[in-house]
């Protein structure tokens, strides 16, 4: 899968995603640091990128109807959370590689111990 990689979540994420075999695309290697969610969406939907963020704005599907996306996974993070815990989380959904590959067009909402899965 290809993701696009949101600016609150650690530089290694990149790295991670590459590990399981993934393309991994950061919003700061590409003009988008800083940029608003609407505009991140919108690059995501135009170059066919699952978004992977920490952003809960985006689990919103009255505003990020999941069907019009390749994916869109928003990780449940404290506001404490250490790098270390945002890519074990990540890990911990990675690890699953069918839902993982099912993703387009759904939105899991990832946190310790579990993963929901919306479609609409």
Request: glycine share 6%; with cysteine.
């Amino acid at each position: 899968m290809r993701f696009l990689v949101d600016e609150d979540l650690p530089r290694s994420t990149d790295d991670l995603l590459r590990r399981y075999g993934h393309e991994a695309v950061d919003v700061r290697d590409i003009g988008l640091r800083g940029a608003k969610d609407p505009r991140i969406a919108a690059y995501a939907q135009s170059e066919g990128l699952c978004l992977v963020t920490g952003d809960f704005d985006f689990s919103d599907i009255r505003n990020y109807p999941p069907e019009k996306y390749a994916g869109l996974v928003v990780l449940k993070l404290p506001r404490t959370a250490t790098a270390s815990f945002i890519l074990n989380l990540l890990e911990s959904f990675l690890r699953q590689e069918e839902l993982v590959s099912q993703m387009p067009g759904k939105l899991a909402i990832v946190e310790p111990g579990r993963v929901r899965v919306r479609t609409a």
